[in-house]
């Protein structure tokens, strides 16, 4: 195989194909179900990587009692009292900028300071406070709430055994 600038394959500074992800499919793209035996690179036949297989009674019992303790309950308690006062009081004032540009075009054509006017400032105040919100969310959840879910975490981890991927 020669590349453009005529250096053949062996030659130094040459293009090479031998990456070991260059060929590699992604999981699950063109991967045959019944082949018994599959090669690698070198020719090696290796047995078929074993296909998980659903989870057993314990493990959905081990999440049902997670999801009933009172310790996901409060996680969730605390996720629900932040995320739906934030949205409500962002898509109020989103909605309130979108009618205030709609039916007091005079109000926001106002002038501010040189050629800032209320519509700029409020759009602006869109963008700062699309930040302000994510930062406190991250902020929330650091605080309130990833102790716990971690905990949460590890203790279904323990009950089920471990990760089973």
């Known amino acids: 195989m020669d590349k ?4 053949s394959v ?8 031998d990456d070991p992800w260059y060929d590699t499919l992604a999981s699950g793209w063109g991967e045959l179900d019944d082949a018994a035996e599959t090669t690698d690179r070198w020719g090696e036949t290796q047995p078929p990587p074993p296909v998980p297989g659903p989870r057993s009674a314990p493990h959905d019992e081990v999440y049902l009692a997670v999801q009933r303790s009172a310790a996901f309950q409060e996680v969730r308690r605390r ?3 932040f995320v739906l006062p934030g949205t409500v009081v962002f898509l109020v004032w989103y909605l309130a900028y979108v009618i205030a540009a709609t039916a007091a075009p005079g109000l926001m054509a106002h002038r501010v300071a040189g050629a800032l006017n209320v519509a700029m400032l409020a759009g602006l105040g869109q963008f700062a406070t699309t930040f302000l919100l994510t930062w406190a969310y991250a902020r929330h959840a ?9 905990d949460i975490r590890w203790e279904t981890q323990e009950l089920t055994g471990g990760n089973t991927r």
């Not at 453009?4 to 250096?7: E, I, S, T, V």
């Not at 062996?10 to 194909?17: S, T, V």
Request: charged share 40%; net charge positive.
């Open 4 to 7: 453009q600038d005529g250096r």
């Open 10 to 17: 062996g030659e130094p500074g040459a293009l090479r194909l």
């Open 79 to 81: 996720y629900r009292r």
């Open 142 to 150: 650091r605080l309130r709430r990833d102790s716990a879910a971690l």
